[in-house]
């Protein structure tokens, strides 16, 4: 009924008022149903009010169902929501219900339920036909309805049924159920209750959206908790930076970690980073930059320096979203406190390295043993042989298992302490192609070369990555008994478009995949395959791929490789690629048959082992030198001090590095630079890791030369420093 009908039918009622005893009986009952509407509005607007008053929901369906009756004239009823089971049938549970307890039995369950609700399962029954028909159901002589199937006993006497279906959306939200009114139900009486009910379909929406709203903040608040408590256990927290404005956001774990309080933290990124250990600042702020620059996630280990000047080790992650015009507009991340970890991690190393003692002790008395075993053997027959050619092949021998034995330290070198590569501008393919080349002479293995055109170069210790192809070519030849092809190959690429989990920095690389067709790299043991003296080979000692990475890792590479069962294994080197020019055509070392390079000149041999000094100066006097030699630094530095001041100062210094209980190499240079500025050294050291091996120039030497060398290696290192200019020190 509109606002209009209303209006007219006070208008009728206030004529029916002037009329008095003259009103005609049409006024009164347009007067009755005007009060009847006005009762329902009256009840409707109550229920909304009650509802926004968040008045408890069994209270307001209870109003509700006592107006309902009012209206109605009924003896008693229900409100009821619907509900369906696990087999997709219907049930009512009721928001409101009179009390017609007829015994004890009845009392107690309606007490039970007063709070929850009865649920009404039974479908056999005349409020189960509009739960399952959807329609409205009047059945004024219930006793007699086929849909009926009686009343429990004791059950106050039922006359008349009204059963109202109301929807929500079109789906069957729930029902009202009114008994005995005089005289019966009709259909003008569900038309009038229409209003009314589709109040209860809201309500019932609306105390249904509170619920779920109540569960999902109960959730909320429960995983909340759950997240605090989960990423403490972790000392894990979670940040947010708003770019745009520069706040940041930490979770309550990151504040812990920090020990910092939220009253005393700016909130902003320059304040994190203040956080930040002084000497990681720029490292953690070059990362995160670069990470929102280029869009790429990112991860760094960095330091935090607390108040009490305690030192934290963090992880942290994180990466950045942008709008559509590409601006970058807010970062999120984690920070995880890995201090405890850490400790936890060195001390297992701690472990895992005495633990691999007694291996690596084992596996360098072997092969030493061996080496030794070969070296006494051929000079006993040496000494011994009347004959000149059999003197001249155990001597051959001899030399060959003393280069074997430097071959071995430069490997445990390698892995033990680095060895610092001493790196050079070189064509990779030159010293690829010699190294697999030497491998496979002889073999029944072969390899097919592929290089693409444009090679760049690359600065690389010649000898060290000749080691690294040797000891993967020897790995696919070993894994081919049978003989076969061994696919290599080198190629440019860039660093952004290799596989992420490569983590290669930025910048251009050289690529060398060596490909075999063998048995394939068994899935348990892929992780042990870089691991020193673990190897499958009963003739192995476990060091070539434990080289093989510490050397590329020197070389701020990578190594990685696939393999299929089967099918074969492909290893991938990547290098760092190099603009400069090509230093030498050459890679490897002088073959023995090369003649020595000769020349004149004076020259000082410093070393403190006397067979080193009357070796290098038989050697050097051979070759047309006059060589003088010193046990020590400060001999040296008088003898060459007394030969400069007399005006014929040695043309070049040959120093060992080390001197045990006295002056080296790296500090004689110094001082020696003191008397003659232009002074040329040579720096010569059976530590091949030692950094100033690598980069003798900064230290002030002219060149390098490492022990045990060849007659040839020594005579050519003089030769390049007599007829080098001289450079100053960096």
């Given at each position: 009924?509109?606002?209009?009908?209303?209006?007219?039918?006070?208008?009728?009622?206030?004529?029916?008022?002037?009329?008095?005893?003259?009103?005609?009986?049409?006024?009164?009952?347009?007067?009755?149903?005007?009060?009847?509407?006005?009762?329902?509005?009256?009840?409707?607007?109550?229920?909304?009010?009650?509802?926004?008053?968040?008045?408890?929901?069994?209270?307001?369906?209870?109003?509700?169902?006592?107006?309902?009756?009012?209206?109605?004239?009924?003896?008693?009823?229900?409100?009821?929501?619907?509900?369906?089971?696990?087999?997709?049938?219907?049930?009512?549970?009721?928001?409101?219900?009179?009390?017609?307890?007829?015994?004890?039995?009845?009392?107690?369950?309606?007490?039970?339920?007063?709070?929850?609700?009865?649920?009404?399962?039974?479908?056999?029954?005349?409020?189960?036909?509009?739960?399952?028909?959807?329609?409205?159901?009047?059945?004024?002589?219930?006793?007699?309805?086929?849909?009926?199937?009686?009343?429990?006993?004791?059950?106050?006497?039922?006359?008349?049924?009204?059963?109202?279906?109301?929807?929500?959306?079109?789906?069957?939200?729930?029902?009202?159920?009114?008994?005995?009114?005089?005289?019966?139900?009709?259909?003008?009486?569900?038309?009038?209750?229409?209003?009314?009910?589709?109040?209860?379909?809201?309500?019932?929406?609306?105390?249904?959206?509170?619920?779920?709203?109540?569960?999902?903040?109960?959730?909320?608040?429960?995983?909340?908790?759950?997240?605090?408590?989960?990423?403490?256990?972790?000392?894990?927290?979670?940040?947010?930076?708003?770019?745009?404005?520069?706040?940041?956001?930490?979770?309550k774990e990151i504040y812990n970690i920090f020990e910092i309080s939220p009253e005393e933290f700016e909130a902003s990124y320059e304040a994190f980073l203040s956080a930040v250990h002084p000497d990681d600042r720029a490292l953690v702020d070059n990362a995160y930059m670069e990470s929102v620059k280029s869009g790429r996630p990112y991860e760094i280990t960095h330091r935090l320096l607390l108040k009490n000047d305690a030192v934290k080790h963090v992880i942290e992650k994180g990466?950045?979203?942008?709008?559509?015009?590409?601006?970058?507009?807010?970062?999120?991340?984690?920070?995880?406190?890995?201090?405890?970890?850490?400790?936890?991690?060195?001390?297992?190393?701690?472990?895992?390295?005495?633990?691999?003692?007694?291996?690596?002790?084992?596996?360098?008395?072997?092969?030493?043993?061996?080496?030794?075993?070969?070296?006494?053997?051929?000079?006993?027959?040496?000494?011994?042989?009347?004959?000149?050619?059999?003197?001249?092949?155990?001597?051959?021998?001899?030399?060959?298992?003393?280069?074997?034995?430097?071959?071995?330290?430069?490997?445990?070198?390698?892995?033990?302490?680095?060895?610092?590569?001493?790196?050079?501008?070189?064509?990779?393919?030159?010293?690829?192609?010699?190294?697999?080349?030497?491998?496979?002479?002889?073999?029944?293995?072969?390899?097919?070369?592929?290089?693409?055109?444009?090679?760049?170069?690359?600065?690389?210790?010649?000898?060290?990555?000749?080691?690294?192809?040797?000891?993967?070519?020897?790995?696919?030849?070993?894994?081919?008994?049978?003989?076969?092809?061994?696919?290599?190959?080198?190629?440019?690429?860039?660093?952004?478009?290799?596989?992420?989990?490569?983590s290669l920095k930025d910048g251009a690389y050289v690529r060398i995949s060596i490909e075999d067709n063998g048995p394939g790299i068994p899935d348990e043991i892929r992780h042990k395959v870089f691991d020193p003296y673990f190897t499958t080979k009963s003739g192995g000692n476990g060091l070539g791929l434990a080289s093989v990475y510490s050397i590329i890792t020197r070389h701020n590479g990578h190594v990685s490789f696939d393999s299929t069962p089967g099918v074969g294994t492909?290893?991938?080197?990547?290098?760092?690629?190099?603009?400069?020019?090509?230093?030498?055509?050459?890679?490897?070392?002088?073959?023995?048959?090369?003649?020595?390079?000769?020349?004149?000149?004076?020259?000082?041999?410093?070393?403190?082992?006397?067979?080193?000094?009357?070796?290098?100066?038989?050697?050097?006097?051979?070759?047309?030198?006059?060589?003088?030699?010193?046990?020590?630094?400060?001999?040296?530095?008088?003898?060459?001090?007394?030969?400069?001041?007399?005006?014929?100062?040695?043309?070049?210094?040959?120093?060992?590095?080390?001197?045990?209980?006295?002056?080296?190499?790296?500090?004689?240079?110094?001082?020696?630079?003191?008397?003659?500025?232009?002074?040329?050294?040579?720096?010569?050291?059976?530590?091949?890791?030692?950094?100033?091996?690598?980069?003798?120039?900064?230290?002030?030497?002219?060149?390098?030369?490492?022990?045990?060398?060849?007659?040839?290696?020594?005579?050519?290192?003089?030769?390049?420093?007599?007829?080098?200019?001289?450079?100053?020190?960096?």
């Amino acid at each position: 009924m509109t606002d209009r009908d209303i209006s007219i039918i006070a208008e009728l009622n206030k004529k029916a008022d002037l009329n008095g005893e003259n009103a005609c009986p049409d006024c009164l009952e347009n007067e009755r149903k005007f009060q009847k509407t006005k009762d329902l509005i009256n009840a409707i607007s109550r229920a909304q009010s009650q509802f926004i008053a968040n008045v408890e929901t069994r209270v307001l369906f209870g109003e509700l169902l006592g107006t309902l009756l009012t209206l109605t004239e009924s003896e008693y009823g229900f409100i009821g929501e619907v509900f369906y089971d696990a087999n997709g049938a219907p049930y009512l549970k009721e928001h409101a219900i009179t009390n017609i307890a007829w015994d004890d039995a009845t009392r107690a369950l309606l007490e039970e339920h007063s709070k929850t609700g009865l649920e009404f399962r039974k479908l056999n029954t005349l409020y189960g036909a509009v739960l399952t028909s959807g329609k409205p159901l009047i059945s004024n002589n219930p006793s007699k309805d086929t849909k009926s199937h009686g009343i429990p006993e004791g059950h106050p006497p039922l006359n008349a049924f009204l059963g109202i279906p109301f929807y929500n959306n079109g789906k069957l939200a729930g029902m009202v159920g009114l008994a005995n009114r005089p005289g019966g139900y009709d259909e003008v009486l569900v038309n009038y209750l229409d209003p009314l009910l589709s109040t209860c379909a809201s309500l019932i929406e609306a105390h249904n959206i509170d619920r779920l709203k109540g569960r999902a903040e109960t959730s909320l608040k429960r995983s909340q908790s759950s997240l605090e408590y989960a990423q403490h256990m972790a000392k894990l927290g979670h940040w947010e930076l708003d770019l745009v404005s520069d706040r940041l956001y930490w979770s309550k774990e990151i504040y812990n970690i920090f020990e910092i309080s939220p009253e005393e933290f700016e909130a902003s990124y320059e304040a994190f980073l203040s956080a930040v250990h002084p000497d990681d600042r720029a490292l953690v702020d070059n990362a995160y930059m670069e990470s929102v620059k280029s869009g790429r996630p990112y991860e760094i280990t960095h330091r935090l320096l607390l108040k009490n000047d305690a030192v934290k080790h963090v992880i942290e992650k994180g990466f950045t979203e942008y709008a559509p015009d590409g601006r970058p507009v807010r970062s999120v991340g984690t920070v995880q406190d890995i201090t405890e970890r850490r400790k936890m991690d060195e001390e297992i190393l701690k472990i895992e390295k005495l633990e691999s003692l007694g291996v690596l002790a084992g596996g360098i008395a072997h092969d030493f043993n061996n080496v030794l075993t070969g070296i006494i053997g051929n000079i006993y027959f040496a000494r011994e042989s009347r004959d000149k050619d059999r003197r001249e092949q155990a001597l051959n021998e001899a030399e060959k298992a003393a280069m074997h034995a430097k071959e071995l330290t430069g490997q445990l070198l390698t892995f033990a302490r680095g060895g610092a590569p001493v790196k050079k501008t070189a064509v990779v393919n030159e010293i690829v192609r010699t190294s697999a080349e030497f491998i496979l002479r002889g073999s029944n293995v072969r390899c097919e070369f592929s290089f693409a055109d444009g090679l760049k170069t690359a600065a690389v210790d010649p000898g060290q990555i000749s080691q690294v192809i040797g000891n993967i070519i020897l790995n696919a030849k070993q894994a081919m008994p049978g003989g076969g092809v061994v696919k290599v190959s080198a190629g440019n690429v860039d660093a952004a478009g290799t596989n992420k989990r490569l983590s290669l920095k930025d910048g251009a690389y050289v690529r060398i995949s060596i490909e075999d067709n063998g048995p394939g790299i068994p899935d348990e043991i892929r992780h042990k395959v870089f691991d020193p003296y673990f190897t499958t080979k009963s003739g192995g000692n476990g060091l070539g791929l434990a080289s093989v990475y510490s050397i590329i890792t020197r070389h701020n590479g990578h190594v990685s490789f696939d393999s299929t069962p089967g099918v074969g294994t492909v290893f991938h080197i990547y290098l760092p690629a190099s603009n400069e020019a090509v230093e030498g055509s050459k890679a490897g070392s002088l073959g023995p048959d090369e003649a020595l390079a000769r020349g004149h000149g004076r020259l000082l041999v410093m070393d403190d082992e006397e067979m080193i000094r009357d070796i290098a100066m038989e050697i050097l006097e051979t070759s047309g030198y006059e060589a003088h030699s010193a046990p020590s630094g400060e001999e040296a530095i008088k003898m060459y001090q007394k030969a400069f001041a007399a005006g014929s100062p040695f043309d070049v210094v040959i120093m060992d590095l080390t001197i045990p209980g006295g002056m080296g190499g790296k500090e004689a240079i110094q001082r020696l630079k003191e008397i003659d500025p232009a002074i040329k050294a040579i720096v010569s050291s059976g530590y091949s890791d030692d950094p100033i091996m690598a980069e003798y120039e900064r230290y002030g030497f002219i060149g390098v030369v490492v022990k045990p060398y060849r007659v040839q290696e020594l005579c050519e290192a003089v030769s390049k420093a007599i007829n080098a200019r001289h450079r100053k020190c960096p």
